[in-house]
C-alpha cells in the first residue's frame, strides 16, 4: 500500500517552545489528513489538506500541504502543556478502492 | 448520539482462541476500517471495506478475518493463526465525499492474551 514518512518520532519540548512534525510521501497525494491521539485514547481528526501549497491554521497550529503534493508539515507555537499527544498524518490512496494509510506518528511531551 | 461504538474495551484471550471484535457505527458511512496499534507505534491497516458485502486486505490481514453484512457494523475476528495478537485495535468508519475525507474512531478494545 502507500506510503507515508513521519519524522520525528519522538519529540520533547519545554513548555513554550516551538514544535514541528513532518510527513513525506514518495508519491503524490490527492489530500492529507492530521490526527492527535491524547495518551490513552484515539485518534481525533485535525484537519484536511487538498490543493497544492495549502496552509491552513488553528490558534497555534499551522498545517502545511507541499507544493507537489508529496509532503505536508504540522506546526505547533509556543506548546502548552495539553498539546501532549501522538500526532499522525494519513493519506488515501487514489482509485476505487481507497486506502487510508496512516503515518508512524510523532509523540510529543511538554515539559512544564 | 451519533458515532462509532467499539466493544468490549479489555478483552483477554488464551492462546489458540478465536475471538471477535465488535464495531457498529450509526453515522451512515459506507466506509469503514481497522487498525492495529502497538505501544508507540502508528497504526496499520488489518482490512477495510468500502460498501456491504465487500472487504480488502490491508498491510497485515494475515491472521485476521472481518465480514461486512450490514452498513452498520463491521466485527474483525481475531484468529489463532495471529501469531501475535496482543495490541490496541481501533475501527473506524469515514466520511468520503464532497472533496473531504475524515475518519471517525472508535474507542477501542485492548486485547492480552494470557
Known amino acids: 500500500g502507500q506510503q507515508v514518512m513521519q519524522i520525528p518520532q519522538y519529540q520533547h519540548v519545554q513548555e513554550g517552545e516551538d514544535f514541528t512534525t513532518y510527513c513525506n510521501s514518495s508519491?503524490?497525494?490527492?489530500?492529507i489528513q492530521w490526527y492527535k491521539q491524547r495518551p490513552g485514547g484515539h485518534p481525533v481528526f485535525l484537519i484536511q489538506?487538498?490543493?497544492?501549497?495549502e496552509v491552513k491554521k488553528q490558534k497555534r497550529l499551522t498545517f502545511q500541504f507541499g507544493e507537489a503534493k508529496k509532503n505536508s508539515s504540522l506546526h505547533i507555537t509556543a506548546t502548552q502543556t495539553t498539546d501532549v499527544g501522538t500526532y499522525f498524518c494519513?493519506?488515501?490512496?487514489?482509485?476505487?478502492?481507497?486506502?487510508?494509510?496512516f503515518g508512524s506518528g510523532t509523540q510529543l511531551t511538554v515539559l512544564p | 448520539d451519533g458515532g462509532i461504538t467499539q466493544s468490549p474495551k479489555y478483552l483477554f484471550r488464551k492462546e489458540g482462541q478465536n475471538v471477535t471484535l465488535s464495531c457498529e457505527q450509526n453515522l451512515n458511512h459506507d466506509a469503514m476500517y481497522w487498525y492495529r496499534q502497538d505501544p508507540g507505534q502508528g497504526l496499520r491497516l488489518i482490512y477495510y471495506?468500502?460498501?456491504?458485502?465487500?472487504?480488502q486486505k490491508g498491510d497485515i490481514a494475515e491472521g485476521y478475518s472481518v465480514s461486512r453484512e450490514k452498513k452498520e457494523s463491521f466485527p474483525l475476528t481475531v484468529t489463532s493463526a495471529q501469531k501475535n495478537p496482543t495490541a490496541f485495535y481501533l475501527c473506524?468508519?469515514?466520511?468520503?465525499?464532497?472533496?473531504?475525507?475524515?475518519?471517525?474512531f472508535g474507542q477501542g478494545t485492548r486485547l492480552t492474551v494470557v
Open positions: 508519491t503524490t497525494l490527492s489530500n
Open positions: 489538506l487538498v490543493k497544492s501549497g
Open positions: 473506524a468508519s469515514i466520511e468520503m465525499g464532497r472533496g473531504r475525507t475524515e475518519a471517525f
Open positions: 494519513a493519506a488515501t490512496s487514489s482509485g476505487s478502492a481507497r486506502q487510508l494509510t
Open positions: 471495506s468500502q460498501i456491504v458485502n465487500d472487504f
